[in-house]
């Protein structure tokens, strides 16, 4: 594993017989991008941010979980610096190979026991889906009171709901990946246009022209598909485009932010450090350690 990823081990997590964690925080800075090995379900329960993971920049708000498998690399990051008011908030529920093999005994259908083995052996991709009916938040919010509070049964209770979790998951998962709608051709088009002209300035204006859409219909397509702005998508992939600038060439930060669309270097360095907590420089140093 490359050096400069933390790697978070199961015995500091789980002090007890259950082999699960459970807990609700709000994110900030300093946790470092890390990895580990147990599985982790963490849902966004308040907020906006960013969720860096393997080599992703993931919008994130408010329904979104995702589902991490053991070895792959990931840290959410609020969207403001100012966290007291603008929290970004996560409910995490962690678990292992030794709990999977107890869940066994619950979960009878093959499909899903192999695909919780395949997470912790590494061997799929990490997943992320959207809530539907608010169902994953009442169970992580149940698990997380049963765990804060433990009483007669809470083991057979958190193992219920842990089930009921990786189950309600795995058929949000299936559905999307069996009934998903494809995106609008034109806006293909236009998420393709932006990815191959960043070093230009790019307006709404233009996207309306090539497309034949108006502003505010572009706009409202952004929110629908991307979860963000406009402003913000297209800021957002530029920095994408810099990390892997930075990590595969040796490009100065000076022509690297003119390449993804800065003009100027200083707001590059400011917007680059709001998005992902540390400056040009110090995230080439790290990629490279």
Not at 190 to 209: F, G, T
């Amino acid at each position: 594993m490359n050096p400069s990823i933390h790697l978070f081990k199961s015995e500091f997590f789980f002090n007890s017989d259950l082999q699960l964690f459970v807990n609700r925080c709000t994110e900030d800075f300093n946790v470092p991008f890390h990895a580990h090995d147990f599985i982790e379900y963490s849902y966004v329960a308040e907020g906006t941010g960013f969720h860096h993971i393997d080599q992703d920049i993931v919008p994130v708000q408010k329904g979104m979980l995702f589902v991490i498998p053991v070895g792959i690399p990931h840290v959410f990051r609020p969207a403001s610096s100012n966290v007291s008011e603008h929290p970004l908030i996560i409910y995490n529920c962690l678990f292992n190979m030794e709990l999977i093999h107890k869940l066994a005994a619950t979960i009878q259908e093959e499909d899903i026991r192999s695909h919780l083995i395949d997470l912790a052996k590494n061997k799929v991709p990490y997943v992320s889906i959207s809530d539907q009916h608010q169902q994953v938040e009442e169970l992580m919010v149940k698990l997380y009171r049963e765990t804060s509070v433990t009483g007669i049964g809470s083991s057979t209770m958190l193992y219920t709901l842990v089930s009921q979790l990786v189950v309600t998951t795995y058929r949000q998962l299936h559905q999307k990946m069996h009934g998903e709608q494809r995106l609008p051709a034109d806006f293909e088009h236009i998420l393709h246009y932006l990815d191959q002209h960043l070093s230009k300035r790019i307006r709404m204006s233009d996207l309306s022209y090539r497309s034949g859409w108006s502003e505010k219909q572009i706009g409202r397509m952004f929110l629908s598909y991307t979860g963000q702005t406009f402003s913000s998508y297209l800021q957002h992939l530029r920095i994408q485009k810099s990390r892997e600038l930075l990590r595969n060439s040796q490009h100065k930060v000076t022509l690297i932010a003119e390449l993804v669309g800065y003009r100027d270097v200083d707001t590059f360095y400011a917007v680059f450090k709001r998005i992902t907590g540390e400056t040009p420089l110090v995230y080439r140093k790290k990629s490279r350690v």
